[in-house]
């Protein structure tokens, strides 16, 4: 299966992003599941609205889509991106982010803000 070539300037930008920490762990994460913010605050220390600011970067960039249910927004990776290839390829050289999917999971946010 031959990949579609992106351009240098989208390729640029998908590598600054995930050159921040926090988005390149949010995008590890979002490799293992679909996660809702408030469930994203339980691993960064961080506040709700410096979370929607960056997975807003990411949106922009087209590297995650949000699904609204009902007043929930959960975001997941954008495999339909012509920049999914790319981001694949970074992400098999950042380790799995199982602890911090265990620390989500074991503190179950979703029943406390109710997504």
């Known amino acids: 299966m031959q990949q579609t070539k992106i351009e240098i ?3 640029s930008l998908v590598l ?3 050159g ?3 988005r390149l762990t949010m995008m590890a994460l979002l490799k ?3 996660l ?9 220390d961080m506040s709700q609205p410096s979370i929607s600011q960056h997975l807003r970067k990411l949106k922009d960039a087209g590297l995650v889509k949000e699904e609204r249910k009902g007043q929930w927004i959960f ?7 012509d920049a999914f290839p790319l981001l694949e390829s970074v992400l098999e050289f950042v ?3 199982k602890e911090k999917m265990e620390q989500i999971l074991k503190s179950n946010p979703t029943m406390r803000c109710g997504c």
């Open 9 to 11: 300037e989208q390729a």
């Open 16 to 18: 600054k992003l995930l």
């Open 20 to 22: 921040d920490r926090t």
């Open 32 to 34: 293992m599941r679909e």
């Open 36 to 44: 809702c913010v408030c469930e994203l605050l339980e691993v960064f």
């Open 75 to 81: 975001y997941s990776i954008n495999k339909n991106s």
């Open 95 to 97: 380790p799995e982010q």
